[in-house]
């Protein structure tokens, strides 16, 4: 969560506009001008959505090869017509936008393999601009947000498709990685195929595209493991991008079709470039580990329910279980924590009033402290809504938003109580995670890599899972493989 973000600001970004054409072009057509100045007016905004632009080697490495394979798509005759942005941002996604803006995310180049991986999931992002993907579902639905469906803490199971609903999704974000455009699946399949294409004019191994996903499908089945969930459905590029386990296959079939399988990958190179990424969050942005999230900048910290699983994104914390759902983040204060508490729930709904029967004021680990819930009625059922705020200083306070079936709204008071200030020590203890590329000595195996893997639990799924290893694979002497270590 980064430190300058409002609830207001977050709605005024998502109102972006894309004012679509009357006709939309084919795959074969070059990137037009409205297309160009559509995605120049977004591209700031969604910079800012994604934890921002990183620069460097890695960014510059990232960028020349998204640039070669959009060239491949016909949008455009030059690569400088392509701007491709390395974001910092530790959820596994990738997108583009009209006008030839591509972006992937750190952590997703972190889980590929080799250079051909990279190229084949920018080239895929590029076929959705190619055949106008965005433009079709917008079309479609008459919508003409860029920014595309947005998900929201409210999950279908606690309020269906109500007013209130919708209106707790637009202003209750689980984070950057929600603001992603999402397609069908015949649209996946073909962006899938267009990415191959690209891949094959390029000289790269076309069946790249196929071990990505299975890269993705592995990694998500692997964090809903780790979470105690019994599916994989994460905010992430593998789930906005349904789906990814049943299109390997259908992408393997395809390479082999179109030809180049065996070609180049560039691996020894792409691990080299990206040796020493960011891995994980970011402690700028504050760092999830395990049920607790701490914050080095803000200095604060607080400690999710057992059971309960945490995202961070940009714009906020979410906190998702069976039994409720909980976002963390900030909004404009003027030092009166009752009217802050008033000004969250006056915004969840302009279809409906949502009012506390009281604002109580409390003191939590020495912080002031006030909260109230509220019930409301979504469709067939009742929920409690409860806004719990802290002041940090005369001009900072930060809230949850949680919902709840009614009657539950005690949930989350274990985690409205841990709330509390984190010394500096405490806050420079903090060390961000890095890949680090390692040769494979005579004696290593896999179970001496994932040793050195900077975590509690799962080292060899983490391990396996990051190196595109199956549960049978065994390493080689002078192999490069990636394990995840604290600093550099």
């Not at 009217?339 to 912080?367: E, K, M």
């Not at 929920?383 to 709840?404: C, K, P, Q």
Request: some cysteine.
């Amino acid at each position: 969560m980064s430190v300058m973000k409002t609830l207001a600001a977050s709605t005024a970004t998502m109102a972006l506009a894309l004012t679509g054409c009357a006709t939309i072009p084919d795959a074969s057509a070059p990137i037009s001008q409205n297309e160009a100045q559509q995605g120049a007016e977004a591209h700031p905004q969604l910079l800012a959505e994604f934890g921002g632009a990183m620069t460097g080697p890695q960014a510059q490495y990232v960028e020349m090869v998204g640039q070669n394979i959009a060239v491949q798509s016909g949008l455009a005759n030059a690569r400088g017509s392509f701007t491709v942005s390395l974001l910092n941002s530790p959820v596994n996604n990738a997108f583009a936008i009209p006008g030839g803006y591509v972006y992937t995310t750190r952590q997703l180049v972190s889980l590929m393999n080799n250079e051909a991986e990279l190229a084949g999931v920018l080239g895929h992002e590029v076929g959705h601009v190619a055949a106008r993907h965005s433009q079709r579902r917008q079309q479609a639905a008459q919508r003409n947000s860029i920014l595309g469906v947005l998900g929201a803490i409210a999950s279908q199971a606690l309020l269906g498709g109500t007013g209130l609903g919708q209106q707790l999704g637009q202003l209750s974000l689980q984070g950057s990685q929600l603001l992603t455009l999402k397609f069908s699946r015949s649209q996946e399949l073909e962006a899938d195929r267009l990415g191959i294409q690209y891949l094959n004019q390029a000289g790269y191994d076309t069946r790249a595209m196929a071990t990505v996903l299975s890269s993705l499908a592995a990694q998500n089945s692997l964090d809903a493991q780790l979470m105690g969930r019994d599916n994989a459905r994460l905010p992430e590029w593998a789930s906005t991008h349904p789906d990814p386990a049943s299109r390997v296959q259908t992408a393997l079939n395809y390479a082999q079709e179109v030809g180049g399988t065996g070609r180049v990958t560039n691996r020894d190179t792409f691990l080299t470039r990206i040796d020493g990424i960011l891995y994980g969050d970011d402690p700028q942005q504050g760092v999830v580990e395990g049920r607790q999230f701490i914050h080095p900048d803000l200095r604060l910290a607080f400690t999710a329910p057992q059971g309960f699983y945490m995202v961070n994104g940009t714009r906020a914390v979410t906190i998702s279980g069976q039994s409720g759902k909980a976002q963390f983040s900030l909004g404009p204060y003027n030092g009166n924590l009752q009217s802050y508490v008033t000004s969250v729930f006056g915004a969840l709904s302009d279809q409906q009033q949502v009012r506390p029967a009281s604002i109580q004021t409390t003191t939590v680990n020495g912080l002031p402290a006030a909260y109230g819930t509220a019930r409301v009625n979504s469709g067939n059922q009742n929920l409690d809504v409860t806004v719990f705020a802290y002041e940090f200083s005369n001009d900072r306070a930060y809230h949850f938003l949680a919902l709840t079936p009614a009657g539950q709204s005690g949930t989350f008071n274990s985690m409205f109580s841990s709330m509390r200030r984190i010394t500096a020590q405490q806050a420079a203890n903090v060390i961000p995670r890095h890949v680090d590329v390692v040769t494979v000595g005579s004696r290593d195996t896999v179970a001496t890599m994932a040793a050195r893997m900077a975590y509690d639990s799962g080292q060899e799924a983490r391990f396996r899972v990051l190196n595109g290893l199956s549960s049978t694979d065994r390493l080689q002497a002078g192999q490069k493989v990636k394990i995840v270590v604290r600093g550099r």
